[in-house]
């Protein structure tokens, strides 16, 4: 097991890069069923997660070939319609190449993903879709087991679902007729996807807003995109800066994707200055304020982003208050700050109250999960003294080598080895 080692107390100083993003590479690497020509994702970061959708997509038969921050798919010789849990079980994502396998050859067979520790996370709005394109779903041994053939229909979503809005999509791109997506996801990776799909042939309007509208097409061919910038490692980084008191330039940062974030520092005081190569983040004179925040489908506040802001929250100057509406149980970030000295109460209706202290100090601290683990690395970057942050496997789920880019603004953090 591997672990960050770092000692608190240095503000960021220079250039750290942004690629693109995680939520958006995956479901791409899963479009690439679509077609047998290749497709080559450019601006990429060769994260764990993408290494599991890659291994994935092999068993599927895909070829996949890893360039430099880039990565050509070809789907030419599918034999295989069944996802295994082996692969799964680890990553909630390679549940989305259900969409594309039963869109382009009428069947798949994927194992369920289950819950996870933010959450029970189910799939009904998934199948809902499937079903009313004329799939039958059927659930044996922990798979789901969809056949086609499909045909367009108006689909409504009960609520607003990322993952949902990629798999219909993708299912729908090659099947006969129009299909009409009522209360899409408008996240930027879905509008990326789109404009992939798009670029691969396919009919897609809509993107960016809820309703979407896919004109199937007969046959998509091979593209070539550059991925859409990681916003969630953006925020994350202008947080760092912030608690730091430092003074970085985000490379492929986009200001306009984290809004509701940047919201919150300028009202700290934080400087944030948007150039065609990124995004500066002057926290020189950050003074943090405490404030209410409720999470929110896009445009609203990012679920991905609470775990991190309510480690900024926790050194505010006063009490603030967030409310979780994505996820059921995405606090557990919470006893471990509280383990650095933060004074946080987890209330009832998935709220907590953040009492701001004047410092933290170095603990030893455990990540239960890829945002809650980046909150206690932001701690740590503040605490007095050194903290062990230990499990970062979920951190490298999402945040590419780390301790190299952190350690190049300043930040004394090691990757070292535990027994344990
Ligand atoms: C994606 C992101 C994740 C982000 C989330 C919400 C990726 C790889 N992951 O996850 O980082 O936190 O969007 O922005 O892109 N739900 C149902 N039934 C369903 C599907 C979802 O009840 O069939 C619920 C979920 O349990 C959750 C909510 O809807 O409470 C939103 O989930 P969803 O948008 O589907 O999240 P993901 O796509 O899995």
Redo the contacts with the bound molecule.
Sequence with gaps: MYAFKITGGTPLNGTIEVKGA??AV??MMAAALLTDEPITLENISYLSDVKIQSQLLESLGVKITHHDNAITLQADNITNYRAAYEFVSKM??SFWVLGPLVGRFGQASVSLPGGCAI????????FAALESMGASVDIENGYVIAKGPLHGADVSFR??????T?NTIMAAVLTKGTTTIYNA?R?P?VVDLINLLNKMGAKIEGAGTNKITITGVEKLHGATHSVVTDRIETASFAIAAALTKGNIFIKGGQQNLIEPISNVLQMCDVKLTQTDEGLWVNGQNTVLRPTTITTA?YPGF???AQSPITTLLALADGMSFIEER???NRFMHVPELNRMGANIIVLPNDTICINGVNKLSGATVMSSDLRGGMALVLAALVADGTSIVKRIYHIERGYYKLEERLSALGTQIERIHLDD
């Design positions: 995680k939520n995956l479901p909630r994502a959450g029970a996370r189910p799939s009904d709005i998934y609520r607003i679902s990322v993952g949902a990629h996801a996240e990776e489908e990012p679920t991905d994505i996820y059921e």
